[in-house]
């Protein structure tokens, strides 16, 4: 009687990833080029699932990825490293783009100047004017 609870309770899929629709597409990817098969699943907030593949993702769902409950452990390992970010790589560019951090600052900084100056005129002007108007 045991064997057959542990042969059933192994046939279930288990929560492997949780994420958006992109990060859980490529986990799924992964786990496929394993040879493990995937199963996606959209959780609202109050932890509804739906299976159905024609559910849109809109604000408040997360995508679920499942897998086989006997290849859990493998799938686990598989993507035990997918969050870590990869190493910063030098490339020629990146000396230049330091240099030009300072320079893109100024940029901005006078891009703003030119849009917002007039409106600081212009409420200066309205200022005055009411002021000049509750003396007259």
Request: charged share 20%; glycine share 6%.
């Amino acid at each position: 009687m045991t064997v057959i609870l542990m042969a059933m309770s192994d046939a279930g899929l288990k929560e492997v990833f949780r994420g958006d629709l992109s990060s859980v597409e490529l986990a799924a990817a992964i786990l496929e080029d394993l040879g493990i098969s995937t199963h996606r699943r959209w959780e609202f907030a109050g932890g509804l699932q739906l299976t159905a593949n024609e559910t849109s993702l809109v604000p408040g769902q997360t995508a679920v990825l499942l897998v086989p409950a006997i290849a859990y452990d493998e799938a686990k390992e598989a993507l035990a490293r997918f969050h870590e970010p990869e190493g910063e790589s030098l490339t020629e560019l990146s000396g230049e783009l330091e240099q030009n951090k300072s320079r893109r600052r100024s940029a901005a900084v006078l891009t703003l100047f030119i849009l917002f100056a007039p409106l600081v005129v212009a409420i200066i002007l309205l200022a005055v004017v009411v002021i000049g108007s509750l003396f007259q």
